[in-house]
């Protein structure tokens, strides 16, 4: 019994393409259901995500059955299908590398674990896994678990937005009931506000010297847009202050926050001034409970933790090397107990 | 003999602050059940030292520096275990164990275990004085929460995310926890001194004077941090250094069972 991987990802092709190929969450029992009448295939799991459509097959015959794969993706698209494949070992490496988001966009992403395991959970659903691909699959979902508590692969925050949810998350904890002012609606900012609204953060101010660009942010991200001339009436209840201004001068400064703060019962303020030049003075950071973060810091924890995960590549290799070892070990053993 | 326990005590200590070390500066911390059951079975050890010395002195084991340290230092872990998996604070075992197996070494090391004649037995004074230490052992905890705070305060002041960074509350959570730690030690010290002067014990000068500054100075920085007239970071730099000047002062309160 072979095990085969068969797909398409971001690696080989653009997203107008993979959204051809893509199989919707409601399409995947029927398109496990016509999979596997192509010959020689035994089981099947199909991991459809943003990035990567994959068809995982035990086969006793691979040949024909990537032949067989081939047609069917060409018949339901229109298409011919660009696919990538391999056999076992390499497929049943490149199952946990994916399990473990090696291969994902972000490195070390873990939002593909649970993708994974859904994807498998409707296979073994609708009884398209039997004792190959289970055993398979299982492994994959405990190598991905050794690699992300031994190693440093998911550790911190790889892009602005995230760094900014994870600080705001070490300063307040829970972000429910956190209210977020968004100074200048830039393209950063925006990605920085959604990332909090993604995180909990119900209540958004936005705040734009053109009302109407505060308003259509305001209405994307379900906020609320306020004048310009008026933000300093807000900030006072604010916890955190997002500032991308094109203001020439600080618009924060020491002595105007001070006396703010002290009326604030002890709450903290987190500031993201990702404005060039800066919208908020340095020495606001010295003020008791305040917590000021810049463009050039919040990048630099961001390629930190890029780094400290690039670094971490050869220690999950070798603990993936390892397991696909000790699978393959298994197949050939159960091969041969067969025989 | 039953000082083996203690030692068993202090490996447990060890063995949590060792395990949190290593697995801060390898980058594979992971907030997990090791540090909790490193603390419980240090705790069960002293346990059983505390009650195997209370049947040897057949009352309360706090006769003596020696096991007023001990005391402490159970009070400190029992704390910690009530408060720390409530509030998910794995991290704080790791700074709970380096102060407690400090105490236990000091009670190990020091000469301090000397024989001291009691007077008649009184359940009262021994109430008030088990329930002061167990209060020093909130105010022992919330001196370890003022810490955490600090150093998560600065690490998030200086712009650098380190692996203690990623691992330590959130620090509105500690300067809360801190603020209830404080509550806590100060309503039961309160309470220990109420059954103290049920009980009428004659307290000596400079005892007295001691317990009552410790008790004004907590009292004090409880109603500051009530009335929110202090930022929380000197709230939790009070929490330390009242704790630091309560433990030098230990010694001229060690007795506390005694009049």
């Known amino acids: 019994m072979t095990i085969l991987c068969a797909g398409i990802n971001h690696h080989i092709a653009p997203v107008d393409v993979r959204e051809r190929f893509a199989v919707a969450n409601h399409e995947i029992a029927d398109v496990l259901h016509n999979v596997r009448r192509i010959?020689?295939?035994?089981?099947?799991?199909?991991?459809?995500?943003?990035?990567?459509?994959?068809?995982?097959?035990?086969?006793?015959?691979?040949?024909?059955?990537?032949?067989?794969?081939?047609?069917?993706?060409?018949?339901?698209?229109?298409?011919?299908?660009?696919?990538?494949?391999?056999?076992?070992?390499?497929?049943?490496?490149?199952?946990?590398?994916?399990?473990?988001?090696?291969?994902?966009?972000?490195?070390?992403?873990?939002?593909?674990?649970?993708?994974?395991?859904?994807?498998?959970?409707?296979?073994?659903?609708?009884?398209?896994?039997?004792?190959?691909?289970?055993?398979?699959?299982?492994?994959?979902?405990?190598?991905?678990?050794?690699?992300?508590?031994?190693?440093?692969?998911?550790?911190?925050?790889?892009?602005?937005?995230?760094?900014?949810?994870?600080?705001?998350?070490?300063?307040?904890?829970?972000?429910?009931?956190?209210?977020?002012?968004?100074?200048?609606?830039?393209?950063?900012?925006?990605?920085?506000?959604?990332?909090?609204?993604?995180?909990?953060?119900?209540?958004?101010?936005?705040?734009?010297?053109?009302?109407?660009?505060?308003?259509?942010?305001?209405?994307?991200?379900?906020?609320?847009?306020?004048?310009?001339?008026?933000?300093?009436?807000?900030?006072?209840?604010?916890?955190?202050?997002?500032?991308?201004?094109?203001?020439?001068?600080?618009?924060?400064?020491?002595?105007?926050?001070?006396?703010?703060?002290?009326?604030?019962?002890?709450?903290p303020l987190f500031i993201i001034d990702l404005a060039v030049p800066r919208d908020v003075e340095p020495a606001v950071n010295r003020l008791d409970g305040v917590f000021l973060y810049d463009i050039d810091s919040l990048q630099d924890i961001a390629r930190r933790s890029l780094a400290v995960r690039q670094s971490e590549i050869e220690h999950c290799e070798r603990i993936i090397d390892r397991n696909v070892t000790d699978f393959v070990g298994w197949l050939r053993r159960r091969q041969h107990a067969v025989l | 003999m039953e000082r083996y326990w203690l030692v068993a005590a202090s490996f447990c200590f060890l063995l949590s602050f060792g395990h949190t070390l290593f697995a801060l500066g390898s980058g594979t911390f992971r907030p997990a059940r090791f540090n909790l059951a490193a603390m419980a079975g240090g705790f069960v050890f002293e346990s059983i030292f505390l009650y195997q010395r209370g049947q040897i002195v057949q009352t309360c084991p706090i006769t003596n520096l020696f096991e007023v340290l001990v005391f402490l230092s159970w009070s400190i872990v029992l704390i910690y275990l009530l408060v720390g998996p409530a509030y998910r604070l794995s991290l704080m075992g790791a700074f709970t164990s380096p102060l407690v197996l400090a105490l236990l070494m000091l009670a190990l090391l020091a000469p301090v275990d000397i024989v001291t004649p009691r007077g008649a037995h009184n359940p009262w004074i021994e109430f008030h004085a088990a329930l002061s230490i167990i209060a020093y052992g909130a105010f022992g905890l919330a001196c370890i929460a003022g810490i955490m705070y600090l150093v998560q305060e600065r690490q998030l002041k200086s712009g650098r995310v380190s692996e203690l960074l990623l691992n330590l509350p959130p620090i509105t959570d500690l300067g809360a926890i801190n603020g209830r730690l404080l509550f806590t030690g100060f309503l039961l010290l309160t309470v220990a001194f109420v059954a103290g002067l049920a009980a009428g014990i004659a307290v000596a000068g400079i005892k007295a004077g001691v317990s009552f500054a410790i008790w004004t100075l907590y009292g004090t920085l409880l109603a500051m941090d009530r009335m929110r007239l202090l930022p929380t970071r000197r709230i939790a730099g009070g929490s330390i250094a009242i704790f630091i000047i309560a433990l030098v002062t230990l010694p001229s309160v060690s007795h506390l069972a005694a009049p």
Request: charged share 20%; hydrophobic share 40%; glycine share 10%.
């Open chain 1, 39 to 267: 010959e020689g295939l035994h089981e099947a799991v199909i991991v459809s995500t943003c990035n990567r459509v994959e068809f995982y097959a035990a086969s006793i015959c691979p040949e024909l059955t990537l032949d067989g794969l081939r047609g069917y993706l060409e018949t339901r698209t229109g298409l011919e299908a660009p696919l990538y494949h391999h056999d076992t070992p390499s497929s049943v490496r490149h199952l946990f590398r994916v399990a473990s988001g090696l291969d994902s966009m972000v490195l070390g992403e873990t939002e593909i674990l649970g993708q994974v395991k859904q994807a498998y959970a409707v296979a073994a659903g609708a009884g398209a896994t039997s004792g190959t691909l289970n055993r398979l699959f299982q492994n994959a979902f405990r190598v991905a678990k050794s690699v992300r508590t031994e190693t440093q692969i998911t550790r911190g925050a790889t892009s602005v937005g995230s760094v900014a949810v994870e600080l705001a998350g070490k300063i307040f904890g829970d972000l429910d009931h956190r209210r977020v002012m968004v100074l200048g609606a830039g393209e950063t900012s925006e990605r920085v506000a959604r990332s909090l609204v993604s995180r909990g953060v119900k209540t958004v101010i936005v705040s734009n010297r053109t009302f109407d660009r505060a308003a259509q942010l305001a209405g994307e991200i379900g906020g609320m847009a306020i004048h310009f001339d008026h933000w300093q009436n807000e900030f006072p209840d604010v916890d955190i202050l997002i500032s991308s201004t094109a203001a020439p001068h600080p618009l924060v400064t020491r002595e105007r926050l001070e006396p703010m703060m002290r009326q604030r019962s002890g709450r």
